[in-house]
């Protein structure tokens, strides 16, 4: 008579374990690119909202000190800055320069009206269009965001 030895089963197998990571393979391969554009849509719209804050905030300056306050594009370096200008006319040096800021870093200019946009002490724009428009895209212009300001309000809004 042959006895049976009852062993318990300690562990895994090898094929258990490479089924188990290949099947982890398949889902990072899948998901990783999902997140990586979840993220620069993130951004797009974070970079957005900054720069609509800051058209708010010259905007706000103009309003309460009734002077001209605006913000100066720089596309190339992907950089916007509020200055203020006493004349019609001037152009912006280092001294005007109230604060600067800089796009995240997948995030480029697509587009712009004006290289500037000065808002008056009523808080319109100074300029000849009827609206400013600034478009932001990603750096592969997948995904974009266009913010535009009418003249008459100077009260800025993000579109798609």
């Known amino acids: 008579m042959i006895l049976a030895v009852n062993r318990a089963k300690k562990g895994f197998t090898l094929i258990e374990l490479l089924t188990v990571l290949v099947i982890m393979v398949i889902i990072g391969s899948v998901s990783l690119p999902l997140l990586a554009q979840i993220r620069t849509r993130q951004s797009l719209k974070k970079a957005a909202q900054q ?30 800055s509020i200055f203020k200008r006493e004349k019609k006319g001037e152009t912006v040096d280092d001294k ?3 604060k600067r800021y800089k796009l995240l870093s997948p995030i480029k200019f697509k587009y712009i009206t004006h290289s500037e946009i000065v808002f008056l002490g009523d808080g319109s724009l100074d300029v000849d269009s ?31």
């Open 96 to 98: 005007q320069i109230e």
């Open 51 to 80: 720069l609509l804050t800051c058209l708010d905030t010259a905007r706000s300056f103009a309003l309460s000190e009734r002077s001209r306050y605006g913000v100066n594009f720089n596309i190339t370096a992907g950089e916007f």
């Open 130 to 160: 009827e609206e400013f428009v600034v478009k932001i895209q990603d750096k592969k212009g997948n995904n974009a965001r266009k913010i535009k300001v009418p003249k008459v309000t100077g009260i800025g809004r993000i579109e798609k």
